[in-house]
């Protein structure tokens, strides 16, 4: 066959194989479907400590059962279901101890995700992501109607969900505060503003590597005020304010760049131009705004953002946005998207400046 016949043929050859029946995809389905056993399976294993109890001494299902208050067998069985999932590691007598993967869950672990575990995976989220369809149906978050309050109200009410929440977010910084440091040069910047900056670990982080930089956290007020002994402990109390209030209210005035991270995501596009707004009037006219977020690509591949996305729409009726979306966001309140820089964690750095 020579290069002319090759070259006719190959449409033919791509026709065919569009038109052979697909094979249904039963194993691969299976799989998405019971991801959730898997995560319920680590949600247990957290909540009794276990990779606590066997990071720093391995141990057998009977010596846990001790510890935990659990029926032997049954902790045996679920130990067996850790181990397989790579959590935990067992050796061939029996015993139990951590991986590297199961190490995120240790208490004792800078950024630790055990918190986070409990959070996502507590009765609460769990139960409004079971009204997933209820809230594509109605276009509202379903928080409320699988736990009696609307989210941030529920919060206030359960402190304990609420130190979950504070651990859960110090956990996730860790994780996304060096890639944002890696693709974003905070030097050259006098005095930073951490909008909805919870406990300040994001903006600890920034302070930590730019010792000629000062800083304020603002959020709510029960929220700061968790931060102080985090900020004290850091050595940053002489850097870095926190100051209590509602960025629906208020901003802080003072600082040539504002930060946001994991802010607008929580809110719809009207509530995120108020914030937006409250900011731009606290902003000089040379000022900068970071937007830490995830950003939704086009097209149909596969990306966090899209799974975060229905997280959001579930428990508070934000949002994951696209590029556009960010943009036309910005427009509404006030500023001029100007870049958008990827990192090696599922968020993006999104910069924006104040129009004239």
């Not at 019971?34 to 391995?58: E, I, K």
């Not at 009765?123 to 509202?140: C, F, K, P, Q, Y």
Request: charged share 20%; with cysteine; hydrophobic share 45%.
């Amino acid at each position: 066959m020579d290069a002319r016949t090759s070259a006719a043929t190959a449409p033919e050859q791509e026709q065919d194989q569009e038109n052979t029946p697909q094979q249904p995809d039963f194993a691969g389905m299976f799989d998405l479907v019971t991801g959730f056993w898997v995560a319920r399976t680590v949600h247990a294993g957290t909540a009794l400590g276990l990779p606590d109890h066997v990071a720093g001494r391995p141990g057998t299902a009977a010596e846990l059962a001790a510890l935990t208050g659990t029926d032997p067998r049954s902790l045996h069985r679920l130990l067996r279901a850790l181990a397989a999932v790579g959590v935990l590691r067992v050796d061939g007598e029996g015993r139990y101890t951590t991986t590297a993967l199961g190490d995120t869950l240790r208490t004792d672990v800078p950024g630790s995700l055990a918190s986070f575990v409990q959070l996502e995976l507590g009765a609460a989220h769990h139960g409004a992501w079971g009204l997933l369809t209820d809230a594509v149906r109605s276009g509202e978050p379903v928080f409320e109607a699988a736990s009696g309050h609307p989210i941030w109200e529920y919060f206030a009410r359960t402190p304990e969900l609420a130190d979950h929440l504070g651990k859960a977010m110090t956990g996730l910084t860790a994780m996304v505060a060096d890639a944002v440091l890696d693709v974003f040069d905070f030097g050259p910047y006098r005095r930073i503003v951490d909008v909805g900056g919870g406990e300040g670990g994001f903006l600890a982080a920034i302070l930590g590597a730019h010792p000629g930089v000062s800083g304020t956290v603002f959020d709510l007020p029960h929220v700061v005020a968790n931060g102080r002994t985090r900020i004290a402990e850091a050595g940053l109390a002489d850097r870095c304010a926190l100051i209590g209030g509602s960025f629906f209210e208020k901003v802080p005035q003072g600082g040539d760049l504002y930060t946001m991270k994991w802010v607008l995501h929580d809110w719809s596009d009207d509530s995120s131009i108020e914030i937006l707004t409250s900011v731009r009037r606290a902003m000089p006219a040379d000022g900068r705004l970071l937007v830490v977020d995830t950003v939704v690509p086009d097209g149909g591949d596969f990306s966090p953002s899209k799974i975060i996305d229905l997280n959001m729409m579930v428990l508070s009726g934000g949002q994951e946005r696209t590029a556009d979306e960010f943009r036309a966001l910005f427009e509404a309140a006030g500023f001029t998207l100007t870049r958008i820089l990827p990192t090696a964690s599922p968020s993006s750095v999104v910069e924006a400046i104040p129009n004239p």
